[in-house]
């Protein structure tokens, strides 16, 4: 069964510096979201993206974030300086349709920054 | 404030039993729900889903129910096993909006 890969799993930075996680969607899907989960806490939508570019975007995506699909396969969410509060996992998840229909995440990159 | 919330954070259920999960949502424009079973250190998986104009739905070993009028959604799971056990999100989806919504989390626990 076809399924989101995520790289890194864990990923280890120091506060300040710039860090990119790493998605690859499922083949046939057009449309892709980052999620951030806090330890403990639910899941916060961050960002859709459909047809290069950015569909919606939540109060939490500010100008420290940035996505791209730099290529057929790759979607990548860019934290540029990252804070300590940005410490949390973050979900990559694709779909067929924009709405009404499951999204499929991927399994998540734990960020810890120090 | 509108939002989608769960009734009990933790569930515990003997091994063979039925058990329910409950889910509150208070937007009225919410058309498109789902749950999503979450394991320690995985992503969220995808379990059942349903539309506001149904209200019962059923998958293998799982239904879904909704309820419009008490805006409330419900998840039991038949013969609960030991590999249930996980964090279960609902989930939903206002209109035209592509972004999910989760509710906080009930965690279920299967006592063998």
């Known amino acids: 069964e076809p399924e989101v890969t995520q790289t890194p799993s864990h990923q280890v930075t120091q506060m300040g510096q710039e860090v990119i996680l790493r998605c690859v969607p499922i083949?046939?899907?057009?449309?892709f979201y980052w999620y951030r989960q806090i330890l403990g806490q639910k899941v916060e939508f961050l960002v859709s993206?459909?047809?290069?570019?950015?569909?919606?975007k939540s109060e939490i995506f500010d100008d420290q974030f940035s996505v791209e699909r730099p290529d057929g396969s790759n979607f990548t969410l860019k934290i540029r300086s990252t804070k300590l509060e940005d410490s949390a996992m973050y979900f990559c998840?694709?779909?067929?349709?924009?709405?009404?229909?499951?999204?499929?995440f991927g399994d998540g990159t734990r960020l810890s920054i120090l | 404030g509108e939002s989608v919330g769960l009734h009990l954070p933790t569930l515990s259920v003997q091994e063979g039993d039925n058990s329910i999960i409950n889910c509150a949502y208070s937007?009225?424009?919410?058309?498109?729900f789902i749950w999503y079973k979450q394991e320690s250190g995985k992503g969220p998986q995808f379990i059942i889903d349903?539309?506001?104009?149904?209200d019962k739905r059923q998958g293998q070993r799982v239904t879904v129910l909704l309820n419009k009028t008490v805006k409330h959604l419900s998840l039991q799971i038949a013969a609960t096993q030991p590999g249930d056990s996980a964090v279960y999100f609902c989930?939903?989806?206002?209109?035209?909006?592509?972004?999910?919504?989760f509710g906080k989390g009930t965690k279920l626990s299967v006592k063998p």
């Open positions: 998840a694709s779909g067929t349709e924009y709405s009404n229909q499951p999204q499929h």
């Open positions: 083949s046939n899907h057009l449309y």
């Open positions: 993206f459909y047809n290069n570019e950015i569909s919606e």
């Open positions: 937007n009225s424009a919410s058309d498109y």
């Open positions: 349903i539309r506001s104009n149904m």
């Open positions: 989930a939903e989806n206002r209109g035209s909006q592509g972004n999910l919504i």
